[in-house]
């Protein structure tokens, strides 16, 4: 366990188009943010969630088009071989009601808007590669 403090809370929004992942670890890079956590809620016009498939190694995509309520974006940061990891879990839904649940992959695009919140930790968070699991775990 490590245990950090908040150190700066950035709140900002993405703007129509934009893709969220992308945004959101430039925002890392440029902050030079050791550590953190997430939040979002906003719309999106492309939804494109993954779940880690352990036998193959990769993550298997859904996706979605259309207008889309981002309900809810939860996650941390860290970093992996000197690049930031934003991972990220969402839940948006539909009009129609069909919800996409899971792991937040590039190609997410804003709609009106996306929020954010990004609670920055004083201490940095590394990945470092589990063969039990072959995901890239935190280091803590």
């Known amino acids: 366990m490590i245990e950090a403090s908040v150190k700066r809370v950035f709140v900002g ?16 890079r440029e902050k030079n943010i ?3 956590a997430v939040q979002l809620i906003g719309s999106l016009k ?13 993550y298997d995509v859904l996706e ?14 860290s970093w992996r071989d000197d690049e930031p990891v934003v991972h990220v879990h969402i839940a948006a839904a539909s009009h129609e ?19 954010y919140v990004i609670f920055e930790f004083d201490k940095r968070i590394d990945r470092k590669y589990d063969p039990n699991t072959g995901l890239y775990l935190m280091e803590v």
């Not at 494109?48 to 990769?58: C, D, I, L, M, P």
């Not at 088009?65 to 974006?73: A, D, H, M, R, T």
């Open 46 to 58: 492309v939804v494109r969630v993954g779940f880690f498939n352990r036998e193959t190694g990769q």
């Open 13 to 28: 929004r993405l703007v129509e188009g934009e893709d969220v992942l992308e945004k959101l670890t430039e925002i890392v």
């Open 97 to 115: 009601g069909e919800s996409l649940v899971g792991h937040l992959m590039p190609g997410n695009i804003a709609d009106a808007t996306v929020e």
């Open 64 to 77: 979605g088009e259309g207008f889309y309520e981002l309900v809810s974006g939860l996650g941390d940061i």
């Open 34 to 36: 050791p550590s953190g």
